[in-house]
């Protein structure tokens, strides 16, 4: 049984990490079509979390051909991680700057560091696991 619980585990860890390959495989997709520029703190949007709200940053930033853009991060905290004011590196695409982000590690790797990381867990947790059930079934049979 423990065998079986350890091989459901590293099916899901291997299924995680592949997710996570993906979503850095993204993030680097969407960095190498993109530019940068400083942007500003606006304002903060607010989206329910577990434990309270969590205050999303509302950036505006302006393109080299002078064109002005404004975009919520899909990152949020509490307490805020920016002050209205403050300004940022941005990300945006050079095809459409609608698609932005506050250029940090937090905004653009925290996702799929976290997805990489668990689907880790999952795997050593899988392979430990299954490692216990045959032993526990070599000694039986002794």
Avoid: H
């Amino acid at each position: 049984m423990l065998i079986f619980i350890g091989l459901l585990f590293i099916l899901i860890g291997i299924a995680i990490v592949i997710s996570a390959i993906f979503a850095i495989l993204k993030v680097r997709r969407q960095l190498a079509g993109s530019a940068k520029a400083t942007g500003k703190v606006v304002d903060f949007g607010k989206i329910q979390g577990k434990s309270g709200y969590l205050y999303c940053p509302q950036v505006v930033f302006q393109t080299p051909n002078g064109q002005t853009f404004k975009f919520q991060s899909e990152v949020g905290s509490q307490p805020p991680a920016f002050n209205v004011g403050q300004q940022v590196e941005v990300v945006y695409q050079t095809a459409n700057p609608n698609q932005a982000e506050i250029d940090s590690m937090m905004s653009l790797w925290f996702q799929p560091g976290c997805m990489l990381l668990m689907g880790l867990l999952f795997l050593v947790l899988g392979f430990v696991l299954s490692g216990f059930g045959i032993l526990i079934q070599i000694k039986s049979q002794q």
